[in-house]
């Protein structure tokens, strides 16, 4: 039997971390080889399977980044924007791939990605959802057959934990309706209020709504007078985000040096 893809988990005591442990003690190709937690947190030492809900599994947490890095075979980040750096300063140091699924990345962050991926292979997503990224290019599609003729709206809808807005999912529709219409940030709306004058037909808004403990609802409204396109994706169960990124890990193995999205992962 071949030997599993080995997967350092960053950010592994958070909601996220909790979901993909549980995705790779059920995976077939991929085992968890790492969890590493911030210096000084309070889960350090403690056992990563019990604290994700399973059974012992001994891989305690740790905030040793190089070690746990070293002793795998990719690496899974999904911790805070302030340590990505970091995460690929080693990667890069160590030659490991590395998906990066950190959310509220600034153009600086992202530039980083691209330096860093002439190194080494990465997967960057705002969303590693499969059915998001179905949702990514439906909605390309549709602003192709429409985007000339509707008026076009953007709602996102999230827990009230969550702290960028719009969502990173929200944004990349964004950029994938400016850039297939040829629009630009000008066209952008953020919600409304107050005496508006007639809609621009160019315009494009964005509605955030943080409310309760929704995982994460997006749609895409395509309006004509004749009718109403909607394109929605209703995340049920946070593994939905984990199983999509330990496929992104299986992606990236012998895989060559390179930025790559989930659009490759899923050969769309």
């Given at each position: ?66 070690k746990s ?40 962050h992202k ?118 396109v909607e ?38």
């Open positions: 039997m071949a030997r599993k893809n080995r997967v350092a988990v960053i950010g592994a005591s958070g909601r996220m971390g909790k979901a993909i442990i549980q995705v790779l003690s059920q995976s077939k190709v991929s085992e968890l080889s790492a969890a590493v937690v911030g210096k000084g947190s309070v889960y350090l030492g403690l056992d990563s399977g019990l604290h994700s809900g399973l059974k012992q599994n001994e891989i305690l947490f740790s905030d040793d980044l190089s890095i070293s002793e795998s075979d990719t690496v899974i980040d999904f911790s805070i924007r302030e340590v990505l750096s970091d995460v690929l300063s080693t990667c890069k140091e160590l030659k490991k791939p590395v998906v990066v699924g950190t959310t509220g990345l600034t153009e600086t530039e980083l990605l691209k330096e860093t991926s002439k190194s080494i292979p990465i997967v960057y997503s705002p969303n590693m959802s499969i059915g998001v990224n179905l949702l990514f290019k439906l909605t390309e599609i549709a602003a192709k057959v429409m985007g000339d003729l509707a008026d076009i709206e953007i709602q996102d809808i999230h827990h009230r934990h969550k702290k960028d807005a719009p969502s990173g999912t929200a944004e990349k529709l964004k950029v994938i309706l400016l850039e297939t219409l040829s629009r630009t940030e000008s066209n952008i709306v953020h919600g409304r209020h107050g005496i508006l004058p007639e809609r621009d037909p160019k315009e494009i808004a964005i509605h955030t709504l943080r409310a309760g403990e929704v995982i994460g609802d997006h749609t895409v409204y395509f309006f004509t007078p004749e009718e109403r394109i929605s994706h209703k995340a049920q169960d946070r593994k939905t985000f984990a199983v999509g990124s330990v496929k992104a890990a299986e992606f990236l193995v012998g895989r060559e040096k390179g930025l790559y999205d989930m659009f490759s992962v899923l050969g769309l």
